[in-house]
């Protein structure tokens, strides 16, 4: 039986996922419907915007959107991808408002934005031959987003538009992009890349949610149970929240903050936005590579633990690593991190800055924000000062 804390936490991590009326699986929709990303937050603040498909080589078709011009000017200036992170989509750039939110301020400072969707989020569930109810069409982990979705996305807005992009990550989205550095791929398309609350190393996490989850195999149990989907608004997920919050020490009646860290600047109407949009879906194999990073403090590629299973897909009985330290000591980075921040925390990233010590002084940028936590950097109310502000200054050196 749960104690009345636990059950309260529960009820509060019920209504947070807007499962209180009941679990029901939210399907895909096109993305130029009238729900879709532009349709839905660009377009009703008077911006230009363009639905894009992109075909990955093992069949995926990802949804992006572009948006050419800003207010009142025409795209002068080169292009730049933005690209979310774990369990959310290209709307993480746009809930604050358009003077804030950074898909807008850089599209009104001139450049041409595009947004990319991971596979697996709303509008990228698309497949050549398979569909989100097939268990193969989440058969992927960071791994696959490396190899597949990056390079599809950044050849794509590099065609179309015949010019070298700045790249800008948040979380997940910057890990992806570390370790296609790490290999020396697609960097002949890129001018720069911003990496924001910059994700490698994972053994420090402070959260209590995603340490509790990883230390328990809470991700092993729901795969190999055939779970293959992690739906945060499904009911394997929210069973995994229920299970987690009942751990001692863990305090889950402020979510966010349990799984971010105490966020200074959030505006509770931005939390509004946040659940019209995410938490997104993401694969079961992806959580328990997560998972594998934070119990082991590696960075690694995708562990099957069966020392033949490992040879059959590496050619080695231990999965490969992604070293940091081989990053390209000449390619520009502005890196952006907080000391609030439980996810990226300031002891990994201190580790990821360790890796990049032998970096060229004049191409690597590194800003601290002591107040700020994992959120804040994309949905704080003071972020266009505090962090795109630099970051645009950054681009237009490089």
Sequence with gaps: MYSPNTFNSIVLLLLFYGLAGGIKRVSALEPGSVNGICKSLVEPHDFACEEHLVITTDGFILSMQRIPSGRTNSANGPPVLLQHGLLMDAATWLMLPPESSLAFVLADKGFDVWLANTRGTKFSQGHSSLGPDDPGFWDWSWDELVAFDLPATLQYVHDHTGQKMHYVGHSLGTLIALAAFSKHQLLDMLRSAALISPIAHLGKVTSPIARNAADNFLGEVLFWLGVKEFDPRGKAGVQLLVDVCAKPGVDCVNLL???????????????????????????????????????????????????????????????????????????????????????????????????????DGDKLVVQFREDYAHADFVMGKNAKQAVYDPLIAFFNLQ
Excluded at 267 to 278: A, D, G, K, R
Excluded at 283 to 301: D, E, F, P, V, Y
């Design 257 to 359: 903050t349990s799984f971010t860290g105490q966020n200074c600047c959030l505006n509770p109407s931005v939390s509004q936005i946040f659940l019209t949009h995410e938490p997104q879906p993401t694969a079961t194999k992806n959580m328990i590579h997560l998972s594998q990073m934070i119990r082991s403090g590696t960075i690694s590629m995708y562990d099957y633990v069966d020392v033949i299973q490992n040879i059959k897909h590496y050619g080695q009985p231990t999965p490969p690593e992604y070293n940091m330290a081989s990053i390209p000591t000449d390619f520009p980075l502005f890196l952006t991190y907080g000391g609030a921040d439980a996810l990226s925390d300031v002891n990994d990233v201190q580790l990821l800055l360790d890796n990049l010590k032998d970096h």
